[in-house]
């Protein structure tokens, strides 16, 4: 048990450095690109370029300015915004909370009701309510999130007037509301897709046969037998395809003016703010990163046979 | 034969994914005759902003263009950007993952690695990078999601080519002193197209929703070209004033999206044969 | 022996698989009883549909499958007409089951003490201590060393012929009237195949429990049987004591099945002679041909076999068979 969580942590070493790898490439291939323009679409005058490009240390080979990064990595250093010239940690910490918040409700309401949606689903195969379920599912995953924003936001703002229409509201619970539902509405639908798949192939295994045929009650083997194996099923997926939900809070913090990591990314790549955009990609799949590496703990817990591997 | 006729009908997630499919390839193909304006030399703003009546079925934007021919046009933008960027990272995919899966040794090492790394980067968020490397533009968007899901492609050939690399018929093809190449793409490859299939479907899907995010971001395809995502960049602005702007391009893509996805869990359900079973 | 009390019988049982390929007859009119205390062998190949009957005897078989009619009689009553929480209280309880697969029956996920438990607690009403201790109990009858260990264990730690043990321990739990083995030792090394065997039949010693064996293994067949169905295609074909049918196999199919079975020293008693194979495959359950499925493969066949199905014939104290012109036939 211990070696396997050892393992899993260090492997998680070189996944994160694989990632600012190809991140910090991505985004600083071309030189120069970003002090040419920097402070939006005005062009700079070269003599003023040559000076940022100094400042920024843009002259220096990528590898050399990749090493530099990661050594400012190991301090917790993301360098610093090309536009403000503030200090990305600092211009990024406050936007942690909101988007971490935005997240967590909307996994709550997906896992909520898209696990129970998918086993009832698998529980009642080839009924209507299955069809309706997976139709629904398919739907959700298929829906463009702004598109489903949007629609939440005429209902229940310009046609309800219930709810505010976008922004933070200094933390008002009401304002989270339909950001949350329009990012967990495809994550749902994934989960309960998912959950069904898993369930309908539990169902098929022999330990089911067996556990019913020891005459234990539906309610029992449902519980016990079926959800346990599901749920190291479950489990690995949701992690992977929490990627998708991530990805998801930069449009829904954009449609609802959501002052989170997602808003600032798209700004960052709006006014070519390097540093900034690497702070959110980087943040963004840690975040992700961190969640799979907690599945695969979470799933030693659950499956015997990981201990002894 | 008649059983496969069968089979296919008993699937109403193919038909209905089939069918959905076939019509946006027919309209983007004959956009221009089936659209009655032209989605962007047309502006008047004399018409801007009207609610859908007889005469303009969607109703008309800001700039007074008419949102059905916008909507007929962008199914070239989304189909294209489907098409285009699936294929592109179905080749990356295929590449890498056949030979990955039947060189072993090192060189399979490193694409699982690197399939590994791209995995665990959300699909959006590298699209978004790649988007901020290249600037906007549709050619950049081809490029951006072209080089974003290869992993799964690659994934999923590397784990079919484990599983028939050792069958007779790719031995019989070495033992008959074909070449690596083609034993590769000519006795491997067709023998693991269906789950390939099922992938491109999906990844097709996939990669309309994220030009559509993209292009909404206003990072995607640019103004004037209509594209589904770009024409609701604006639209909650107008949420107020003229909400069918916001329905239409919407519905739009997904009815696209749906039909692709429907498209893809069809063709599963009829060539994996584990997956049909437990229907 | 105790007087031949009838526990089980079933009387023209059919079960029907619902496929898009149309459909299945997988048990098709199927009539024998089992008796108190005896072991009745079940032989067939696969498909032949020995497994799908003592699914429908427990009544587990699972959409698209069903059981289109017949009765089940456990001692006079019928299991057909019972409740969903009734048929609960006789699996496992009073008719138990051990399959074919040692390796995927027990859950891998839980400890094999719980899984025996919980036929305790479910069919006992015992607290969960009382069953843990009857479970070690268990263990130690089908004679798992250090019972009081192992319980903890989880499916993955032991071997296949442990888990059988596990899965025979969890049958016997509560001493049911009848056990139903699908094919135990199919999946077991030979030499763990004989104790498993012979554990059985210590059991049914004890415990005077009444066994179904299912198997394809004649050899099996011959170590612990006293009475025999051979199914084919759904069907039975033929039905004798068990000396009887090695001595006097009637049915062609059965007569095929014994000369499929290799035999020691026959190489040098009469010569190199070549294991005889069953030509040909069983039919597929879809499209049966009229008259008698055997036809295509039987070596004895007639041009009036296939004109129309055949029926069984009852010999009286000879048994059952299928076949008009059964070895021994006047005609």
Redesign the interface.
């Known amino acids: 048990m211990i070696s396997y969580v050892l393992r899993r942590l260090i492997q998680f070493v070189p996944t994160i450095f694989g990632v600012t790898l190809i991140v910090f490439f991505l985004l600083n291939v071309l030189p120069g690109n970003a002090a040419m323009m920097a402070g939006g679409k005005n062009r700079i005058p070269p003599a003023a370029q040559k000076l940022m490009i100094k400042k920024w240390g843009l002259d220096q080979p990528v590898y050399a300015r990749y090493f530099k990064y990661i050594k400012g990595l190991c301090t917790a250093d993301l360098g610093t915004s090309f536009i403000s010239g503030e200090r990305v940690t600092d211009v990024l910490a406050p936007r942690l909370w909101p988007t971490f918040k935005l997240a967590v409700i909307a996994l709550a309401i997906a896992c909520v009701t898209g696990i129970p949606l998918g086993f009832y689903s698998a529980l009642r195969q ?1 009924t209507a309510m299955d069809t309706v379920t997976m139709i629904g599912a398919v739907s959700g995953v298929s829906m463009p999130q702004f598109w489903l924003g949007l629609l939440l936001m005429y209902f229940f703002s310009v046609y309800l007037k219930i709810l505010p229409t976008v922004g933070y509201g200094n933390g008002d619970p009401k304002f989270i509301i339909l950001p949350a539902i329009t990012l967990g509405v495809g994550y749902m639908a994934l989960l309960a897709r998912t959950t069904r798949a898993a369930v309908v192939e539990t169902l098929s ?3 089911i ?9 539906d309610l ?1 083997i449902n519980r ?2 079926v959800l ?2 599901t749920l ?1 099923i479950i489990l690995t997926s949701a992690g992977l395809q929490f990627g998708s939900l991530l990805g998801g809070t930069v449009v829904v913090e954009t449609l609802f003016s959501w002052p989170g990591l997602g808003t600032m990314m798209v700004n960052s790549i709006y006014y070519r703010d390097t540093p900034i955009t690497q702070g959110c990609v980087m943040i963004i799949i840690v975040g992700f990163l961190v969640i799979n590496l907690l599945v695969d703990l979470s799933y030693a817990l ?4 990981i201990k ?1 591997q | 034969m008649d ?1 496969w006729v ?2 296919i009908r ?1 699937r109403t997630n193919l038909v209905a994914g089939t069918i959905v499919f076939l019509i946006i390839v027919f309209v983007a193909v004959f956009a221009p005759y089936l659209a009655p304006t032209h989605p962007w030399d047309d502006a008047d703003l004399m018409i801007s902003e009207l609610p859908p009546s007889g005469e303009y079925l969607f109703g008309t934007d800001s700039k007074g263009r008419d949102i059905l021919s916008r909507v007929i046009y962008g199914s070239r933008i989304s189909l294209s950007v489907g098409v285009i960027s699936q294929l592109i990272n179905s080749v990356i995919g295929i590449v890498f993952g056949l030979t990955a899966g039947y060189f072993g040794r090192l060189w399979d090492d490193i694409v699982v690695a690197v399939a590994n790394i791209m995995l665990s980067i959300p699909s959006l968020i590298f699209a978004l990078a790649v988007m901020a490397l290249l600037g906007p533009g549709l050619i950049n968007v081809f490029i951006a999601l072209g080089l974003t899901n290869w992993a799964y492609t690659c994934r999923i050939t590397r784990s079919q080519v484990l599983g028939t690399k050792n069958q007779n018929y790719v031995k019989a093809a070495k033992a008959m002193g074909f070449g690596r190449c083609r034993v590769m793409f000519l006795h491997i490859l067709p023998n693991i197209f269906g789950p390939i299939l099922v992938m491109a479907s999906l990844g097709m899907a996939d990669a309309i929703l994220m030009e559509a995010s993209l292009s909404f971001l206003g990072l995607g395809t640019q103004p004037p070209v209509p594209s589904w995502g770009g024409m609701l960049a604006g639209a909650r602005e107008q949420l107020f004033t003229a909400p069918w702007l916001s329905i239409f391009p919407g519905l739009a893509i997904f009815i696209t999206v749906l039909g692709l996805n429907l498209l893809g869990d069809g063709l599963r359900d009829l060539l994996d044969p584990h997956m049909s079973e437990t229907k | 022996m105790q007087p031949a009390k009838t526990v089980l019988n079933i009387d023209s049982l059919f079960t029907e698989f619902n496929t ?2 149309g459909t299945a007859r997988a048990v098709n009119d199927v009539t024998f009883d089992v008796k108190r205390g005896e072991i009745l062998g079940i032989v067939g190949e696969s498909g032949s549909g020995k497994s799908v009957t003592a699914l429908s005897i ?1 009544r ?1 078989i699972r ?1 698209p499958g069903s059981i289109r009619r017949g009765r089940i009689e456990f001692f006079g009553r019928d299991l057909m007409g019972l409740s969903g929480d009734e ?7 009073r008719i ?2 051990i ?1 074919q ?1 040692p390796m ?7 400890t094999i003490g719980l899984q025996i438990s ?2 305790y607690i ?2 006992m009403g015992l607290s969960k201590k009382e069953a843990w201790e009857h479970a070690i109990e268990m263990l130690e009858k089908v004679q798992i060393p250090s019972p009081e260990k192992r319980v903890k264990d ?1 499916p ?2 032991m071997s296949g012929g442990m888990r059988q043990r596990v ?1 025979i321990a ?1 049958a016997l739990s509560c001493n049911p009237e009848l056990l139903i083995a699908d094919e135990p030792t199919t999946a077991l090394d030979v030499t763990i195949q004989a104790q498993v065997i012979d554990l059985m039949w210590q059991l049914e010693k004890e415990y005077s429990t009444a066994i179904m064996m299912i198997t394809h293994d004649l050899g099996v067949i011959a170590e612990i049987a006293q009475r025999v169905i051979v199914m084919y295609a759904g069907e039975i074909v033929e039905e004798a004591e068990v000396n009887q049918l090695f001595e006097q196999p009637k049915h062609p199919y059965t007569r095929a099945l014994l000369e499929a079975i290799p035999k020691l020293g026959r190489r040098t008693r009469m010569g190199r002679k070549p294991l005889q194979e069953i030509k040909g495959i069983v039919p597929g359950l879809y499209n049966l041909p009229a008259g008698c499925n055997f036809y295509p493969r039987c070596p004895e066949a007639r041009p009036d076999c296939r004109l129309s199905d055949i029926s069984l014939i009852d010999l009286g104290i000879r048994g059952r068979v299928r076949c008009p012109y059964y070895q021994g036939a006047k005609a």
């Open positions: 080839g295994q022999d330990y046969r067996t556990a019913r045929s020891k005459g234990i009650s029992l016990r037998h346990r194996n190291t659950i499956d015997p046979r002894y | 059983n069968k089979k008993k | 898009i390929d427990m587990l959409p048929m609960k209280d006789v699996r496992g309880n138990s089951m399959f697969e995927t029956s027990l859950h891998p996920l839980f919980e036929m479910k069919h989880y993955h730690q899965m969890m």
